[in-house]
């Protein structure tokens, strides 16, 4: 019987030349890799000891004609390795279990990997994702290319997602009218922070707030939130203007502006206060809008934190052609589907107990099947 696993990555294209040097399925690398990063390898060699410590488990899955392959065999296939293609084979997984009704909430956000230096904008590998919200899943990924930015590099992200049904929320970095063109084209609606980098577009909306202040606010739509924990209290006032009047032209099916004030202190110190903007083509009310602004950074708790955390993203020093990005995308791959495990304890917990029971690992991989199949 073969792993759901296997059967996503059987179409991977194989970036090595067919010569008899090439003695390993790409199919079994991937899915070993995979399996590997979920049960607690952090590297090449780690994998390749994990894989030779369980031949005998994936001798029931894979083929492997000539056994486990070495750590320089997983060095150098994913190096070569098409990173687009890889996430994308991962991403359409993942989405099939996002078919849910109603708007399905798209989070896109930028990572940095500080050991792993290239010519990017921020000066290391720095990914960008696409992150389900409601189903804690990657939907896909991209790097920023040497001498790029994550502003370029969202639309090449969103132009691999489907996007009908869904709402893509985007901070300032997303706040570009080609990118909020895009997703209407691809039949989503947007939510995105409306910062310095659009001045125009921010004082037209500051304008608006001031003229709605005016007016005492009448016809505006109006929520507040508190919520104290950590030794930290917060008070979130949000305010919506549907409709609104005196924004630039170029701006695609704008229904909304909403102005979020926020209050914060901790541990009894002074409060701080800060003021943020937001474009939306939504027509709904100050409620649901708070919901999507702050859910929006569970994509920094439910997945960024445990990279960090748990995966020790930040200390990854994979610079050989495309391993950082494709072992990125195999530690979003493994947050995904150990999130969906369905049992307790914490990410790390999950990932030793995959790496010493064979069955709770078969658990982990079909969870996303079991879990959303219809």
């Given at each position: 019987?073969?792993?759901?696993?296997?059967?996503?990555?059987?179409?991977?294209?194989?970036?090595?030349r067919d010569t008899e040097n090439k003695l390993?399925?790409?199919?079994?690398?991937?899915?070993?890799?995979?399996?590997?990063?979920?049960?607690?390898?952090?590297?090449?060699?780690?994998?390749?000891?994990?894989?030779?410590?369980?031949?005998?488990?994936?001798?029931?899955?894979?083929?492997?004609?000539?056994?486990?392959?070495?750590?320089?065999?997983?060095?150098?296939?994913?190096?070569?390795?098409?990173?687009?293609?890889?996430?994308?084979?991962?991403?359409?997984?993942?989405?099939?279990?996002?078919?849910?009704?109603?708007?399905?909430?798209?989070?896109?956000?930028?990572?940095?990997?500080?050991?792993?230096?290239?010519?990017?904008?921020?000066?290391?590998?720095?990914?960008?994702?696409?992150?389900?919200?409601?189903?804690?899943?990657?939907?896909?990924?991209?790097?920023?290319?040497?001498?790029?930015?994550?502003?370029?590099?969202?639309?090449?992200?969103?132009?691999?997602?489907?996007?009908?049904?869904?709402?893509?929320?985007?901070?300032?970095?997303?706040?570009?009218?080609?990118?909020?063109?895009?997703?209407?084209?691809?039949?989503?609606?947007?939510?995105?922070?409306?910062?310095?980098?659009?001045?125009?577009?921010?004082?037209?909306?500051?304008?608006?707030?001031?003229?709605?202040?005016?007016?005492?606010?009448?016809?505006?739509?109006?929520?507040?939130?508190?919520?104290?924990?950590?030794?930290?209290?917060?008070?979130?006032?949000?305010?919506?203007?549907?409709?609104?009047?005196?924004?630039?032209?170029?701006?695609?099916?704008?229904?909304?502006?909403?102005?979020?004030?926020?209050?914060?202190s901790v541990s009894g110190a002074r409060a701080?206060?800060?003021?943020?903007?937001?474009?939306?083509?939504?027509?709904?009310?100050?409620?649901?809008?708070?919901?999507?602004?702050?859910?929006?950074?569970?994509?920094?708790?439910?997945?960024?934190?445990?990279?960090?955390?748990?995966?020790?993203?930040?200390?990854?020093?994979?610079?050989?052609?495309?391993?950082?990005?494709?072992?990125?995308?195999?530690?979003?791959?493994?947050?995904?589907?150990?999130?969906?495990?369905?049992?307790?304890?914490?990410?790390?917990?999950?990932?030793?107990?995959?790496?010493?029971?064979?069955?709770?690992?078969?658990?982990?991989?079909?969870?996303?099947?079991?879990?959303?199949?219809?």
């Amino acid at each position: 019987m073969p792993l759901p696993l296997a059967t996503v990555l059987a179409d991977v294209p194989d970036p090595r030349r067919d010569t008899e040097n090439k003695l390993h399925l790409l199919t079994d690398i991937l899915t070993i890799a995979t399996c590997a990063i979920i049960a607690g390898a952090d590297g090449w060699e780690q994998i390749a000891a994990y894989g030779e410590a369980k031949e005998e488990f994936f001798g029931r899955f894979l083929e492997l004609p000539n056994g486990i392959p070495s750590h320089d065999t997983f060095g150098r296939v994913f190096a070569k390795l098409d990173p687009d293609a890889f996430a994308d084979r991962f991403g359409r997984w993942m989405a099939s279990a996002c078919e849910a009704t109603g708007l399905v909430q798209v989070a896109i956000d930028g990572k940095s990997a500080r050991h792993s230096p290239t010519g990017t904008f921020t000066g290391c590998l720095h990914l960008v994702e696409a992150w389900a919200v409601e189903n804690r899943l990657i939907l896909g990924m991209r790097s920023v290319p040497e001498g790029g930015h994550e502003i370029t590099t969202i639309p090449d992200l969103l132009g691999a997602l489907d996007l009908a049904g869904a709402l893509v929320t985007i901070d300032a970095a997303g706040c570009q009218k080609a990118t909020v063109a895009q997703i209407r084209e691809q039949g989503g609606d947007y939510l995105v922070c409306v910062k310095g980098n659009q001045k125009g577009l921010r004082d037209a909306v500051a304008d608006v707030f001031a003229r709605a202040g005016e007016a005492e606010f009448a016809g505006c739509d109006m929520a507040s939130e508190v919520s104290a924990g950590h030794g930290r209290d917060e008070e979130r006032y949000v305010t919506v203007v549907q409709a609104p009047d005196g924004l630039p032209d170029g701006w695609t099916d704008v229904g909304a502006v909403a102005l979020v004030c926020r209050e914060r202190s901790v541990s009894g110190a002074r409060a701080e206060s800060t003021a943020h903007y937001y474009l939306t083509s939504l027509h709904v009310g100050a409620d649901v809008l708070a919901g999507y602004i702050r859910n929006h950074w569970g994509i920094e708790n439910g997945l960024h934190w445990v990279l960090d955390v748990s995966f020790r993203e930040d200390e990854s020093r994979a610079r050989a052609g495309h391993a950082g990005a494709n072992l990125g995308m195999l530690r979003r791959v493994a947050v995904s589907l150990l999130k969906c495990a369905g049992t307790k304890g914490s990410i790390q917990t999950r990932r030793m107990r995959a790496g010493w029971d064979d069955d709770y690992l078969l658990k982990v991989l079909q969870g996303i099947n079991a879990e959303y199949s219809a």
